[in-house]
């Protein structure tokens, strides 16, 4: 069983709205990834978690705010995001962080749309 | 240079063809290579991954590895309609801790 699942599959939000988005994994994996991408481009990465800790973020902008409240779960918190936040967010897991080799597998996204 | 380089396609071949998508990538002590595929508005899933040099054969798929020419490419046999997708590469280099790089992906058409 290689799943990620991701909630919600869509969200439309205003630019005054807070939001989050959830993603959780069942596979004992200790990595967990945020990624976005945009249309026509490939992810790219936004925070790595490795054994529930922080351990990368790109300079992403303080109104994306991640959490881990346990090994299974990743939420990514919302607030104040622009339109062009717009975007497929992407959560990922690996056994391991990724330098290990270990394989990375991707939920099925959520599609924000910011209004 | 871009870190990992792929041609962005469209690749278009006939169904039962084989199709040969290809990747380069910059650091040369890269150690993990990652193949994906992308339907258009889904997520990637993984399909290959290859660490040492040489072939990796899995069904109809082929990762193969050369380091010496920073070179991994992925070969589909019997190509099918289905696989009419986006392929992405992707490369753990040593130089990015927890982190994958990926190409802009190749875009395969299979014509019935």
């Known amino acids: 069983d290689t799943e990620v699942t991701q909630t919600p599959k869509h969200l439309v939000m205003g630019m005054t709205n807070k939001k989050s988005l959830k993603c959780e994994q069942h596979?004992?994996?200790?990595?967990m990834y945020w990624y976005k991408q945009k249309a026509k481009k490939p992810p790219e990465l936004m925070f790595v978690?490795?054994?529930?800790?922080?351990?990368i973020n790109e300079s992403v902008p303080s109104r994306f705010s991640p959490e881990c409240p346990n090994s299974s779960l990743l939420n990514l918190h919302l607030h104040a995001l622009q339109p062009e936040d717009s975007a497929l967010y992407l959560c990922?897991?690996?056994?391991?962080?990724?330098?290990?080799?270990?394989?990375?597998?991707f939920g099925q996204g959520t599609r924000l749309t910011v209004v | 240079q871009k870190e990992v380089e792929q041609n962005s396609g469209p690749l278009s071949v006939p169904e039962g063809a084989i199709a040969s998508l290809n990747c380069t990538y910059s650091?040369?002590?890269?150690?993990?290579f990652f193949w994906y595929r992308q339907y258009s508005g889904k997520s990637p899933e993984l399909i290959m991954s290859?660490?040492?040099?040489g072939d990796k054969e899995d069904g109809r798929f082929t990762a193969q590895l050369n380091k010496a020419s920073q070179y991994v490419s992925l070969l589909i046999r019997d190509s099918q309609p289905s696989d009419s997708a986006t392929y992405l590469c992707?490369?753990?280099?040593?130089?990015?801790?927890?982190?994958?790089?990926f190409g802009q992906g190749t875009t395969l058409q299979v014509k019935p």
């Open positions: 978690y490795s054994y529930e800790k922080l351990s």
């Open positions: 290859i660490y040492s040099n």
């Open positions: 596979m004992g994996h200790r990595a």
């Open positions: 992707a490369v753990n280099p040593p130089s990015n801790t927890g982190k994958l790089i």
């Open positions: 650091d040369r002590g890269s150690q993990s």
């Open positions: 990922a897991s690996s056994q391991d962080t990724i330098r290990a080799g270990a394989e990375a597998f």
